[in-house]
């Protein structure tokens, strides 16, 4: 990933209107697509065969409820800037005595606060910038860091499960096709190819977001982020960590994008870890 990682934000660097109008719309199709497929696949293909009644139910409510997560939380991250000029007028300048806090930033020319960064691609400073998002099309960080981890989380979570239907299913079909003569063998095994192609294609799907998760999960424990990602510093212990990056309901904002979680502070100052 940090290959991959680099490589896209040189390629930003360089043609930053290239990746905003091509990469953008693309990455979002990409997912918007790709969401659509495995729920659909999995809803009215796989699942219907693997469970049934009560369990085939609470399949398809947690398959409504973690689709729902996805591209709630996408959205939140797109529509929720973290952008420093999205501070009021007055926090957008150092109090008197933290200046030195601040540090100047060449492109945007004024002082800006503690952990917020520019982006080439957003042509602005954000907020404890956590990184550049080609799928939710916007910056990371601290207004929306919080979306975009159950986003992370949600769409691993959802793969994940569609992955073990899928391994459930195809050794279903394996099963049954050892059991049936020709004619109606031949179906089960051209269904269980189209099973086989979909499983690959969810081993590979999984592969990515769980190591964005696997990040994700190390930059809430420290409060750190993904270019300073073994940074300590502002570390002041999991339970605040929580609310610093999801607010003061903490972990319960899993339940819904839409639930209210007020964030501690605005951004613009950050308490220091005083033990490392």
């Known amino acids: 990933m940090c290959i991959v990682n680099d490589w896209c934000r040189e390629y930003a660097n360089l043609y930053p209107k290239k990746a905003v109008s091509i990469g953008h719309p693309l990455s979002v199709i990409f997912l918007l697509v790709g969401t659509i497929f495995f729920f659909t696949l999995q809803v009215f293909y796989v699942a219907p065969d693997v469970h049934d009644g009560f369990m085939y139910k609470f399949f398809v409510i947690s398959a409504i409820f973690t689709t729902y997560n996805i591209l709630g939380n996408l959205l939140a991250c797109y ?8 501070l009021p007028q007055e926090r957008q300048i150092p109090k008197p005595g933290m200046e030195h806090l601040w540090h100047y930033c060449d492109i945007c020319q004024k002082l800006m606060p503690p952990r917020s960064w520019h982006c080439p691609l957003c042509k602005c400073c954000i907020l404890k ?67 086989y192609v979909c499983l690959i294609l969810n081993i590979f799907a999984l592969g990515f977001p769980a190591l964005m998760l696997r990040f994700q999960v190390r930059i809430l424990k420290l409060n750190s982020t993904y270019y300073q990602i073994t940074s300590r510093h502002h570390d002041l212990g999991f339970r605040k960590n929580c609310q610093l ?20 502070h605005d951004g613009t100052h950050w308490q220091i870890k005083q033990c490392f």
């Open 79 to 86: 529509r929720t800037s973290s952008a420093v000029k999205s």
């Open 129 to 195: 910038r956590d990184h550049h998002c080609i799928f939710a099309a916007t910056c990371i960080g601290h207004n929306n860091h919080r979306y975009f981890f159950w986003f992370t989380f949600y769409l691993a979570f959802g793969i994940f499960m569609s992955m073990a239907t899928l391994f459930c299913d195809v050794g279903r079909s394996v099963y049954l096709l050892h059991r049936m003569k020709t004619g109606f063998g031949s179906t089960v095994k051209s269904l269980s190819y189209f099973r």
């Open 245 to 264: 990056i999801m607010g003061q309901r903490g972990l319960w904002t899993c339940i819904s994008p839409s639930l209210k979680s007020p964030l501690l």
